[in-house]
């Protein structure tokens, strides 16, 4: 599996933009970007994913680079409710759907929301 | 209904004893996971379902045996576990059309093996 890299953390104030970075240099030309989070003693929580294209959702922005070896989480306007743990991860779309959409999470961004 | 439910919540279980995770969901997926979780650290897959068969199991000890009844439910099956096994379970279920790829987590059973 291609494997991503993130800061182990950010911080944030309330009501600011966030830009959370990821990078996935050997990131092969079927795998989409998901970005997951996870808030403190729940589940993991989709938040966006993308394949080559800017996406947006009422979430989120994912934007990916030309070149698809990094991307970039983007909260327009970060909330106390978002500090969290955002994972960045690589789905396999290999054609033999033999990764049957199966996720491997890296260690992740701890994101701090200071009022 | 957009939810996967997991009981119990907590459990406590002695090395010696057998107990059961229990994940349901009612979305119509046909994709479910097991994943373990230890604290501080990132979710690990543990098994992947599709269409009610094992698809994947990453090498888990038969210590943890997984069953799939229906495209509903998913159960862990627990026995002679090691304190070391003691996490939080997630289970999870994935979207197919629009939504393909989309996973929906559940809140998790923290299992603690004395």
């Known amino acids: 599996d291609a494997k991503t890299t993130q800061p182990n953390s950010m911080e944030s104030n309330e009501e600011e933009p966030v830009h959370l970075p990821c990078n996935h240099s050997?990131?092969?030309?079927?795998?989409?970007i998901h970005w997951y989070r996870q808030l403190p003693s729940q589940g993991p929580e989709y938040v966006i994913h993308?394949?080559?294209s800017n996406v947006n959702n009422r979430m989120a922005s994912l934007a990916i680079a030309e070149d698809r070896k990094s991307s970039t989480l983007i909260l327009h306007r970060a909330t106390l409710r978002d500090a969290a743990v955002y994972y960045c991860?690589?789905?396999?779309?290999?054609?033999?759907?033999?990764?049957?959409?199966?996720?491997?999470f890296g260690q992740g961004t701890i994101l701090t929301v200071h009022p | 209904d957009t939810e996967v439910t997991q009981t119990p919540k907590h459990l406590v279980m002695g090395m010696t004893n057998k107990k059961s995770l229990k994940c349901e969901q009612h979305?119509?997926?046909?994709?479910m996971y097991w994943y373990k979780q230890k604290a501080k650290k990132p979710p690990e897959l543990m098994f992947v379902?599709?269409?009610?068969?094992?698809?994947i199991n990453e090498s888990v000890p038969s210590r943890f045996s997984p069953e799939c009844p229906n495209s509903s439910l998913l159960n862990l099956h627990l026995h002679a576990l090691q304190p070391e096994d003691s996490a939080l379970y997630l289970c999870?279920?994935?979207?197919?059309?629009?939504?393909?790829?989309?996973?929906?987590f559940g809140p998790g059973t923290r299992l603690t093996v004395l």
């Open positions: 999870a279920s994935r979207a197919g059309g629009t939504r393909r790829g989309e996973q929906f």
């Open positions: 050997t990131i092969s030309g079927t795998d989409y």
């Open positions: 993308g394949l080559t």
């Open positions: 991860i690589l789905r396999s779309a290999n054609a033999g759907g033999t990764s049957y959409g199966k996720l491997t």
């Open positions: 979305m119509g997926h046909r994709a």
């Open positions: 379902y599709s269409y009610e068969k094992l698809s």
